[in-house]
C-alpha cells in the first residue's frame, strides 16, 4: 500500500506548480532520486550527503535540499516551487514551505512529527480500530479482515479524513493486473487459437503452456477467493467465494489431472486425441471476479465521500486570542471550551461558540440546507464547519471536540449507514438458502449433461456446472440494501436531514400522516412584539418603557419579546421596584414612581382599570394568532401590547408540498384555540387542529390515529413533544429543538422547519426506490442467468453460457448495484 502521506489532500487548492511528484516538467511519477537522462531541468534530491534542517543549508525543510529554487515539503515530500509557493512556516529558527495549505496546517499542528523522520502511523494500521461489514454490521474486528459471513471485506467503522484506499483494494489491483497480464496470451492459446485453427505452439505443448500462464492466475492472483471459500465452507457462512473458489477450482484441477497424466481418462474423453483442459475459462474467472471486485471496492469507497465532506467542513486549525491579546495559530484538537477564537472572513468556523465581537453573515448551509447567509453579531450563536462571510469576528468557543453539532451530525450518519432497513430482512432469508440451492442447481446440471448432452459430454457438463456456481454468486444482492442506505444517509445529511437509522428512512416512506407541533415547527419560536396600541394621552414610546421596565423581571416568553423590542428601539428602560406576580392574570411593579400593572383583563380590573376600552382591537389582535397583554398605569388603562411567534416565511409552501406528496396533516399544540386555528389558516389550511394540550395528550392522540390505520410521522422540538416522538411510527426532532426531543425521533431535521421534513420525506422515497432497484435487478439477474448457465436454451436455441461470460456479468451485477445506489448523491430534494 502506498505512503498516503505522500498524497496532498483531496480539498487542496493545487495549481499546476502544487504537489508534483516530478521534480520540474514531470513526464511520470517520479518514485525516487533520478539516475537516467533529464527530461528538464534536475531539481531531484542530491546523492550526496543529506542537509536537515539545522546545518544551515537551503531552506531548512527537514529534509534534502532540491535545488537553488526548490525545495521539499517536509509533510508529503513534493517538490516545491519557491518562486510560486504562498505556503510557508517558520519553526525553531528555520524557515519551511509547502506545497499546499493542507500540508502547511498539518505541519503546524505537530511539526515534530515531520522533522523526527520516525514513521508515522496508517489509517489503516491505526492501533485498536474497529472495522466492521456493510451486508453485516454485527461483525467488528479489530484492524482490516474479511467479513466470516460474506467474505468481502471490512471497512473502518469510525469515520476519517483519510481518504487513503482500501489496503484489499491495493492488493486487488495488483492481482488483477497481473491476472489480467496473464489471462491475454492464455487466451490467444486456448480459445483464440481453436476459432482461427491456428497453432501459436506445439500441440503437445499447449497444455503446458497454459498450466504455465493459469497456474499463477488461480493459485496467486485467485487465492484470495479461495481462502475465503474455505473459510465459508468451515463456518458454515456459504456466499459467493464459496461459488467460485468451487467453480475455478474445479475447472484448474480437472485441467491439471488431464494436463499431468491425461492416461487416466477413458477414450471418450479425448478430442482430436488429446483430453480437452480448461485452463482459460478457471484464468478469466479469477480476472473478471478481481475485476468486480476492484469496482465495488472502488464504488463502496465513494459511499464515504458524504461522512468526509461533513468533516471537511471544520477547519484544521483554529486563531487563538491569549490573554494578552496575543494571537496565535494552534491545531483544531488543542482548543478549549472557553477558549477566544478569531474567525477572519472566509475562514470556516472552527467549533461551537457564541460571538463574543464583531458582526458578519455566515454560511449556515451545511447545518441547515438553506443557502441564505445569518446575519451574526454579539451573543448570536455559531456552529463549527459553517463558513464566514466578509466580517471578522471574535467568539468564545462553547463546544469542542467530539461535542461540537458537526461531530454529532458525523456520528449520528456513520450509525444510520451501518444499521439494517427492515426490508434487508427479505434480501437475508434469501442468501441463507440461496448457495446450498445452487450448489444442488449446479450438481444436477453436471449429470444431466453427463447423461444426455452432447460430446464432449463431460467437457460441457463441468463447464455449464461451473457457469451456474459463478453466475448465481449473491454479492448483488446483498448490496444491494446496504449500499443505498449508505448513499442515502449520506446525502440526506448533506440536505440537512440526519438519519439515525435506516429503520426510520424505510417507515417515513410509508407514513401518511403527519402531526406537527406549533411552536418552532409552523413558527419561529420566537415571540416578537408585533403592536403596540395606546389609550388617552399615553405615548408609545413611555409606554413600551414602562411595560419593558417591568418585564425585565419577568421569567414568561412573552415578557422577553417586549424587552427585545424596547432594546431593539433604543428605548431605555428603567428599574422596576416592589415587582409582584399573580399566577393566571399578570404582573406589576413601582417604575420611577409609577404603579405598572400588565396582564389580563382581571388584572386591569384589579388594578383599577377598565378593560373593555380596548377590547375590539384586543380581538382583532388574538384573532390573528397574537397573545395581547393589557398595561395599566397608576389605575388607568395605557394600552396594549400584541406579541406573536412568527410563522415560518417557508411553512406555507411547504405545507403544499407535503399534500402534495398525499399527507394528512394534524397540528398538535399547547396553546389556545383561537392562536392554532389563526397559524393554520396562516398557512394555507391544516387537515385537524388540537389545541390546549398537555404533553401526555399529544402521544395519546397519536396513539389514536395509529390505532385508526394511519402510519404516523411526528415532527416536534420541545420537551413537551418527547412522548409523541416517540409514540409515532417515525419521530422527526427539528434540530433547532432540545436534546430530549432530538433523542426521542428516528430522524433530525437540522434546519427547524417543514421544507426540511419535504426534504426527508423525498429522500426517503428516492432511498427506498433505488433500493427496490436494486433488489429487482438482483433477483432478475439470478433468476434468469442461473437457467441460462444451465443450459435451459441449449435445446431450443443452442445457447450456452460459458464460465467466461458467466464471470463477466456477475461481476457487472455487483458494479451495477453500488452504481444505481451512487445515483442518490445526485438526487433532488
Known amino acids: 500500500m502506498s505512503d498516503p502521506t505522500s498524497v496532498c489532500d483531496g480539498d487542496d487548492r493545487m495549481t499546476n506548480h502544487d504537489c508534483r511528484t516530478g521534480h520540474g516538467p514531470s513526464h511520470g511519477p517520479s518514485h525516487g532520486p533520478s539516475h537516467g537522462p533529464s527530461h528538464g531541468p534536475s531539481h531531484g534530491p542530491s546523492h550526496g550527503p543529506s542537509h536537515g534542517p539545522g546545518d544551515g543549508l537551503g531552506h531548512g525543510c527537514g529534509g534534502d535540499t532540491a535545488g537553488a529554487d526548490h525545495v521539499k515539503d517536509p509533510v508529503c515530500g513534493m517538490t516545491v516551487d519557491l518562486a510560486v509557493t504562498p505556503h510557508h512556516a517558520h519553526h525553531a529558527g528555520q524557515d519551511y514551505h509547502f506545497c499546499?495549505?493542507?500540508?502547511?496546517?498539518?505541519?503546524?499542528?505537530?511539526?515534530?512529527?515531520?522533522?523526527?523522520?520516525?514513521?508515522?502511523?496508517?489509517?489503516d494500521a491505526t492501533p485498536g480500530a474497529i472495522w466492521t461489514c456493510p451486508m453485516h454490521p454485527e461483525i467488528r474486528r479489530e484492524g482490516p479482515a474479511s467479513c466470516p459471513i460474506c467474505g468481502m471485506a471490512l471497512e473502518p467503522e469510525e469515520p476519517s479524513l483519510d481518504d487513503a484506499p482500501n489496503?484489499?483494494?491495493?492488493?486487488?489491483?495488483?492481482?488483477?493486473?497481473?491476472?489480467?497480464?496473464?489471462?491475454?496470451?492464455?487466451?490467444?492459446?486456448?480459445?483464440?487459437?481453436?476459432m482461427l485453427g491456428i497453432a501459436f505452439v506445439p500441440a503437445a505443448w499447449n497444455p503446458w503452456v497454459q498450466l504455465a500462464l493459469a497456474a499463477p492466475i488461480v493459485?496467486?492472483?485467485?487465492?484470495?477467493?479461495?481462502?475465503?471459500?474455505?473459510?465459508?465452507l468451515r463456518s458454515r457462512n456459504l456466499n459467493m467465494f464459496t461459488l467460485v473458489s468451487i467453480g475455478v477450482g474445479a475447472a484448474f484441477l480437472y485441467s491439471l489431472v488431464?494436463?499431468?497424466?491425461?492416461?487416466?481418462?477413458?477414450p471418450t474423453f479425448r478430442m482430436h486425441g488429446m483430453v480437452p483442459v480448461y485452463y482459460e475459462a478457471a484464468g478469466v474467472v479469477v480476472t473478471l471476479v478481481l475485476l468486480g471486485q476492484v469496482l465495488e471496492l472502488r464504488a463502496r469507497a465513494a459511499t464515504g465521500r458524504a461522512i468526509r465532506a461533513l468533516m471537511n467542513l471544520a477547519p484544521r486549525t483554529a486563531h487563538r486570542i491569549g490573554a494578552d491579546g496575543s494571537e496565535g495559530e494552534v491545531e483544531l484538537s488543542d482548543v478549549r471550551e472557553g477558549d477566544r477564537l478569531r474567525v477572519r472572513p472566509g475562514e470556516g468556523i472552527p467549533v461551537d461558540g457564541s460571538v463574543v465581537e464583531g458582526r458578519s453573515s455566515v454560511d449556515e448551509s451545511m447545518l441547515t440546507g438553506e443557502p441564505v447567509p445569518v446575519m451574526k453579531e454579539a451573543g448570536s450563536s455559531l456552529t463549527g464547519g459553517t463558513v464566514n462571510g466578509t466580517g471578522s469576528l471574535i467568539m468564545e468557543a462553547r463546544a469542542v471536540g467530539s461535542d461540537t453539532v458537526l461531530a454529532r451530525i458525523v456520528r449520528m450518519v456513520a450509525e444510520a449507514q451501518r444499521s439494517r432497513a427492515p426490508i434487508q430482512a427479505v434480501a437475508d432469508r434469501i442468501s441463507g438458502w440461496f448457495v446450498p440451492l445452487v450448489v444442488g442447481i449446479a450438481v444436477l446440471t453436471f449429470i444431466v449433461w453427463n447423461l444426455v448432452g452432447p460430446e464432449p459430454r463431460f467437457g460441457h457438463a463441468l463447464l455449464n456446472a461451473i457457469a451456474v456456481l459463478i453466475i448465481a454468486c449473491p454479492c448483488a444482492l446483498g448490496l444491494a440494501t446496504p449500499m443505498s442506505v449508505m448513499v442515502g444517509t449520506g446525502r440526506g445529511a448533506q440536505a440537512g436531514v440526519l438519519v439515525k437509522n435506516a429503520e426510520a428512512l424505510q417507515m417515513l416512506e410509508k407514513v401518511d400522516t403527519l402531526v406537527i407541533d406549533k411552536t418552532g415547527t409552523l413558527t419561529d419560536g420566537k415571540p416578537r412584539l408585533i403592536a403596540v396600541e395606546t389609550v388617552g394621552s399615553f405615548a408609545e414610546e413611555d409606554l413600551l418603557s414602562l411595560s419593558a421596565a417591568v418585564e425585565r423581571r419577568s421569567e414568561h416568553p412573552l415578557?422577553?419579546?417586549?424587552?427585545?423590542?424596547?432594546?431593539?428601539?433604543?428605548?431605555?428602560?428603567?428599574?422596576?421596584?416592589?415587582?409582584?406576580?399573580?399566577?393566571?392574570?399578570?404582573?406589576?411593579?413601582?417604575?420611577?414612581?409609577?404603579?405598572?400593572?400588565?396582564?389580563?383583563?382581571?388584572?386591569m380590573r384589579a388594578a383599577g382599570a377598565d378593560p373593555d376600552v380596548v377590547q375590539e382591537q384586543a380581538e382583532g389582535y388574538r384573532q390573528q394568532g397574537a397573545g395581547v397583554m393589557l398595561v395599566a398605569v397608576d389605575g388607568r388603562l395605557a394600552g396594549l401590547l400584541a406579541v406573536a411567534d412568527p410563522v415560518k416565511s417557508s411553512a406555507r409552501e411547504a405545507m403544499a408540498d407535503l399534500r402534495a406528496e398525499g399527507l394528512r396533516v394534524v397540528m398538535l399544540t399547547g396553546d389556545g384555540r383561537s392562536t392554532a386555528e389563526a397559524v393554520a389558516r396562516s398557512v394555507g389550511g391544516i387537515d385537524e387542529v388540537h389545541a390546549d394540550l398537555k404533553p401526555e395528550d399529544k402521544a395519546r392522540i397519536v396513539g389514536e390515529l395509529k390505532a385508526k390505520g394511519a402510519v404516523v410521522a411526528m415532527a416536534g422540538d420541545g420537551i413537551n413533544d418527547a412522548p409523541a416522538l416517540a409514540a409515532a411510527d417515525v419521530g422527526v426532532a427539528m434540530?433547532?429543538?432540545?436534546?430530549?426531543?432530538?433523542?426521542?425521533?428516528?430522524?433530525?431535521?437540522?434546519?427547524?422547519?417543514?421544507?426540511?421534513?419535504?426534504?426527508?420525506?423525498?429522500?426517503?422515497?428516492?432511498?427506498?426506490?433505488?433500493?427496490?432497484?436494486?433488489?429487482?435487478?438482483?433477483?432478475?439477474?439470478?433468476?434468469?442467468?442461473?437457467?441460462?448457465?444451465?443450459?435451459?436454451?441449449?435445446?431450443?436455441?443452442?445457447?450456452?453460457?460459458?464460465?467466461?461470460?458467466?464471470?463477466?456479468?456477475?461481476?457487472?451485477?455487483?458494479?451495477?448495484?453500488?452504481?444505481?445506489?451512487?445515483?442518490?448523491?445526485?438526487?433532488?430534494?
Not at 566 to 587: K, L, N, W, Y
Not at 740 to 759: C, F, H, P, Q
Not at 786 to 795: F, H, K, R, W
Request: overall charge positive; some cysteine; proline content about 6%.
Open 100 to 123: 499546499s495549505a493542507g500540508c502547511r496546517t498539518k505541519f503546524i499542528g505537530n511539526p515534530e512529527s515531520y522533522l523526527s523522520g520516525a514513521p508515522r502511523p496508517q489509517p
Open 167 to 194: 489496503p484489499e483494494l491495493v492488493d486487488f489491483t495488483r492481482r488483477t493486473w497481473i491476472a489480467g497480464a496473464l489471462t491475454v496470451p492464455l487466451l490467444l492459446v486456448s480459445m483464440v487459437a481453436e
Open 219 to 232: 493459485l496467486w492472483a485467485g487465492r484470495p477467493f479461495f481462502e475465503r471459500g474455505w473459510a465459508s
Open 258 to 266: 488431464a494436463t499431468v497424466a491425461p492416461q487416466l481418462f477413458p
Open 559 to 603: 415578557a422577553h419579546a417586549v424587552l427585545i423590542a424596547a432594546q431593539e428601539r433604543g428605548i431605555p428602560v428603567a428599574e422596576a421596584e416592589d415587582f409582584s406576580s399573580t399566577t393566571g392574570a399578570g404582573v406589576a411593579a413601582l417604575v420611577s414612581g409609577r404603579l405598572v400593572a400588565i396582564g389580563n383583563a382581571a388584572m
Open 735 to 829: 434540530g433547532t429543538g432540545t436534546d430530549v426531543a432530538i433523542e426521542s425521533a428516528g430522524m433530525t431535521l437540522t434546519k427547524g422547519d417543514l421544507a426540511a421534513m419535504v426534504r426527508a420525506r423525498r429522500l426517503a422515497d428516492a432511498t427506498m426506490r433505488n433500493i427496490r432497484q436494486n433488489l429487482g435487478f438482483s433477483f432478475v439477474f439470478n433468476g434468469l442467468g442461473v437457467p441460462i448457465a444451465a443450459g435451459v436454451l441449449y435445446p431450443v436455441a443452442g445457447i450456452l453460457l460459458s464460465p467466461m461470460l458467466a464471470g463477466a456479468a456477475m461481476a457487472l451485477s455487483s458494479f451495477a448495484v453500488v452504481t444505481n445506489a451512487l445515483r442518490l448523491n445526485r438526487v433532488r430534494l
